[in-house]
């Protein structure tokens, strides 16, 4: 799900310490740098929200 970063996301992600990245997913592989469940990972590692104008939530996110 694409969402267009605002700032009052970014400022609510920082407070409440949002994870959303796939390296903090149960389903992250680290050490092949892929999805567990086959998905693409570029749209969701690494993402630091005040850097993009748009994020692409994953709908397979779990908390590690
Ligand atoms: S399920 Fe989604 S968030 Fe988790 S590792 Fe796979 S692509 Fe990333």
Known sequence: MITLVSERLRHEAER????FCCEDC?????DRGAC?????VEPHRGIVLSEVEQVTFCKEFELA
Do not use: K
């Open 36 to 40: 567990g469940n086959g998905y693409p």
């Open 16 to 19: 409440l310490a949002l994870r």
């Open 26 to 30: 149960a389903h992250y592989a680290e």
